[in-house]
C-alpha cells in the first residue's frame, strides 16, 4: 500500500505537470468566417500555415502589409484578412480585389471567399512548351501555353486536352493597344535600363548584352487596354529584373539566360507576369 501511495506521488509530481504543459502548447486554429481588418494592432489569425498579421507597411492600391509568422507574405498587401475555404487565407486589398494565399503566393479570386466552400485546387498551373500538349501533360484544371504558336490550352479535362486558341491577335501598328501582331526588336547591349513606353506595345524585346537589363514599367493607366510587351534573355550570365512601384502579380521577379516573361496590366493596377523557358534551348529552366 505504501508502495502505491509511492507512485501515486511521482504521478503528481512530475507526469501530471508535463502533459499540462503539452495541452496549454495546443493552440486553436481560427475557424472559418474568422476576419482581422488592418492594421489589426494586437489581434492575429491562426491558420496550419502559421500566425497572420498586419505590417506598418502600406501601399496605395493593396493595403497594408501582410505578415506570415512576423515575416512578409509573398508581398502581399490588404485591407481584410479572412479564413474560409476549410482554414485557407483570403485577403481583400484596398482595391476591392481578394487574392487567396496558394502554395506561398496570392491568386487572384473571382469573388470573394464563401465561409464553408471547398479550398481552392492547388494543383492547378500554366505549363508551357514549344509544342501542343500531349495527354499525359498536366493535371485536370491545368492550362498549357505552346511557345511555337503561342497557342493557349485548357482547362485540361478528364478526356484530355481541348483545342488551343491563339494568344495572338492580328496584325495591328504595334501602339493602339488592340490585337496585334508579335513585333521581335532586340535590346542594344548599352540599353542596361530599357524604359517601357506605349510604342512597345506587342514587342518581344531580347536581351544579350553584358551584364543585367533592368526594365523599369510605368503605371499601369498609362498605356492603352490590351497592351503587352514581352522580354527574352539570351545573355550568357546577365539576368532580366524588373522594379517598379506597384507589386508584380505572377511570383517572378526576374529571369535569367534561356527564359521569358510577358506583361499585361490587369484591369486593377498591377502587372500580371507570365515566365518560362525557351523553346528549344538545352538549358531553359521552367519558371511557376
Known amino acids: 500500500m505504501k508502495y502505491l501511495s509511492y507512485l501515486c506521488l511521482l504521478f503528481l509530481l512530475f507526469v501530471a505537470p508535463i502533459a499540462e504543459s503539452q495541452t496549454a502548447a495546443v493552440v486553436a486554429l481560427s475557424p472559418d468566417g474568422t476576419t482581422l481588418t488592418a492594421p489589426g494592432t494586437g489581434s492575429s489569425l491562426m491558420t496550419s500555415a502559421g500566425t497572420w ?96 504558336n503561342w497557342s493557349i490550352y485548357g482547362p485540361k479535362a478528364s478526356g484530355g486536352w481541348p483545342a488551343g486558341v491563339s494568344l495572338v491577335g492580328p496584325a495591328g501598328t504595334g501602339t493602339s493597344g488592340g490585337g496585334c501582331g508579335w513585333l521581335t526588336s532586340p535590346l542594344a547591349s548599352t540599353d542596361t535600363t530599357h524604359p517601357v513606353a506605349a510604342t512597345d506595345n506587342c514587342k518581344t524585346l531580347t536581351w544579350s548584352g553584358v551584364g543585367n537589363e533592368s526594365p523599369v514599367f510605368p503605371a499601369t493607366s498609362s498605356v492603352a487596354a490590351g497592351f503587352s510587351i514581352c522580354f527574352q534573355d539570351y545573355s550568357v550570365s546577365g539576368r532580366i529584373a524588373w522594379t517598379s512601384a506597384w507589386p508584380f502579380k505572377g511570383g517572378v521577379s526576374s529571369i535569367g539566360h534561356d527564359e521569358w516573361a510577358c506583361f499585361m496590366p490587369d484591369g486593377a493596377g498591377n502587372w500580371s507576369v507570365s515566365a518560362g523557358g525557351l523553346p528549344n534551348e538545352p538549358n531553359a529552366s521552367l519558371l511557376p
Open 53 to 148: 498579421t498586419f505590417g506598418t507597411a502600406t501601399t496605395t492600391n493593396g493595403g497594408n502589409a501582410i505578415l506570415l509568422n512576423g515575416s512578409p507574405a509573398a508581398g502581399g498587401y490588404g485591407t481584410l484578412l479572412e479564413v474560409a475555404a476549410s482554414g485557407n487565407i483570403f485577403t481583400q486589398a484596398k482595391n476591392g480585389s481578394w487574392y487567396e494565399y496558394i502554395l506561398g503566393a496570392w491568386v487572384l479570386q473571382s469573388q470573394a471567399p464563401v465561409v464553408g466552400s471547398a479550398p481552392s485546387p492547388s494543383s492547378n498551373t500554366i505549363l508551357n512548351g514549344s509544342a501542343a500538349p500531349g495527354s499525359t501533360v498536366g493535371n485536370v484544371g491545368d492550362f498549357y501555353i505552346a511557345t511555337s
